[in-house]
């Protein structure tokens, strides 16, 4: 039996096309929602999702609750903008049928500016349940207990609809990030400021291929590197504050 997991809020232009990827091979699909102002709640409902309302505490904590609600024997996480290629259905479908792995990584595909980006990530999302555990914070991974198999197939993910919203979301999860760093006693490093954004451009842009997709892929790569020098500069900013207070502002 499998479950499918999906955590959720106004997610209504991405929800149906997710949950409708997953109709044919899931027994039951489990959208915890964190308190939707728009039509993602009616929609999940509609396509035969069960939903549970729940304040959000932070991705990780949200992902592994809404495990924890799943009662099939194999669990498929998935975020509201992710949607299942019928490879990757079948792919699924397969290696539930004829288990050679405990966990098993997708590969999945990033949709930016009109098409798909040439590059490709891998991340654990078909376990048996009770076998995978999110962990980690804001760059969340999943814990395996057992073995990794990769499944044939894509995941395609509609993040971002435009860069606008590309460079609030990374806005967003850096300062969160520069947050943490900051409680967890992370130094600021003027070297990493001017060093790690450039070499996250290299890592897109080069290394992953973005140059192969022309001006997606440069625009991609250099709003990626514009979020890694924000991590930065919201870590001494909030360094700053904790150290010297507001009056840092006045003079």
């Known amino acids: 039996m499998l479950s499918v997991?999906?955590?959720?809020?106004?997610?209504?232009?991405?929800i149906g096309k997710c949950i409708e990827s997953v109709k044919s091979i899931a027994d039951e699909i489990i959208v915890v929602d964190s308190g939707s102002e728009d039509k993602t709640v009616e929609i999940a409902k509609n396509?035969?999702?069960k939903v549970i309302f729940r304040e959000w505490t932070d991705y990780v904590d949200q992902v592994n609750y809404a495990m924890g609600l799943c009662s099939g024997d194999w669990i498929l996480?998935?975020?509201a903008d992710e949607v299942?290629?019928?490879?990757?259905?079948?792919?699924?479908k397969n290696a539930i049928q004829n288990p050679e792995y405990t966990?098993?990584?997708?590969k999945r595909k990033l949709y930016y500016l009109g098409k798909?980006?040439?590059?490709?990530?891998e991340r654990i999302r078909l376990f048996r349940k009770g076998k995978g555990v999110y962990e980690g914070f804001v760059h969340e991974k999943v814990r395996c207990l057992g073995n990794i198999g990769v499944l044939d197939g894509y995941l395609y993910h509609y993040s971002y609809e435009s860069i606008s919203s590309h460079i609030k979301k990374v806005m967003k999860y850096a300062e969160i990030l520069a947050d943490e760093n900051c409680k967890r006693g992370l130094r600021f490093s003027f070297f990493s400021l001017a060093f790690n954004p450039f070499w996250t451009f290299i890592?897109?842009?080069?290394?992953?291929?973005c140059y192969k997709d022309g001006a997606a892929g440069f625009i991609f790569s250099a709003v990626m590197c514009f979020y890694t020098f924000m991590k930065y500069a919201f870590l001494l900013e909030k360094q700053l504050f904790h150290e010297l207070g507001k009056d840092?502002?006045?003079?």
């Open 77 to 79: 996480v998935l975020d």
């Open 248 to 251: 840092i502002w006045r003079k």
């Open 103 to 106: 966990c098993y990584k997708v």
């Open 84 to 92: 299942v290629s019928d490879e990757l259905a079948r792919s699924i």
């Open 5 to 14: 997991s999906i955590v959720a809020k106004n997610e209504e232009k991405t």
């Open 203 to 209: 890592k897109y842009y080069v290394i992953k291929g």
């Open 116 to 121: 798909f980006l040439s590059f490709t990530e």
């Open 47 to 49: 396509l035969g999702a």
